[in-house]
């Protein structure tokens, strides 16, 4: 990575978020009217509305809109979806923003991080954190340096094309996201640098 690659993406924005109020009114509100799931307590139940109002904040109302339709669908108004699968569904739809995720804010944090951001694939491996959730084993790795090295060339594609004046807009688009992503990444290695520090 060059320094003009890396003096362009030096910044990263986080995603607003909706907020547990329109999580509690679009999704939970429905959800409640159903039966709760067999085995599950009214306090578990409820505790698990809880924290799909914390975790799901990131979620816009048409989105929330479509995971209750789904949700109640599935019901066929017999009982709640347990509060895991919603989740499962909620992230396949639009994986958390990472400084909402736990799991990527502690990867990019931790020592896998840190190598990743080494290696020239810590976007990669922040990308996949968002999408899939563990670890990645040796065979994923190897794919996430892959696409890394892909993403590579293409940003240097994008730079020569922007040079001449013909970079198409979806590119450029393209390219910002992955430094805003880069810049994120950075973010949380300072955060897990000065958090050790603490300690």
Known sequence: MDRQEAENGQDST?????????????LIAPLMALPRPRKTSAE???????????????????????LAELALRTSRGKCCPEAGLIRA????????????SDYAMSLM????????????YAVELLRHARRAG????????????EEADLNRRRR??????EAAGRAAPDDLRWLKAWW???GLCQSLLKLGDEMGDAA
């Not at 578990?44 to 479509?66: C, F, I, S, V």
């Not at 569904?89 to 909402?100: K, L, N, Q």
């Open 14 to 26: 986080d995603v607003a978020p909706h907020g547990r109020a329109l999580v509690r009114e679009r």
């Open 44 to 66: 578990r139940h409820q505790k698990d509305m809880d924290t799909l109002a914390e975790k799901l904040a990131y979620l816009g109302a048409q989105q929330l809109d479509g």
């Open 89 to 100: 569904w909620a992230y396949a739809m639009e994986p958390p923003p990472p400084r909402s």
């Open 109 to 120: 944090r931790s020592v896998m991080g840190r190598a990743a951001m080494d290696g020239g």
């Open 134 to 145: 563990p670890p990645p084993q040796a065979y994923l790795l190897h794919k996430i340096r």
């Open 156 to 161: 240097a594609g994008i730079r020569e094309a």
């Open 180 to 182: 805003d992503d880069h």
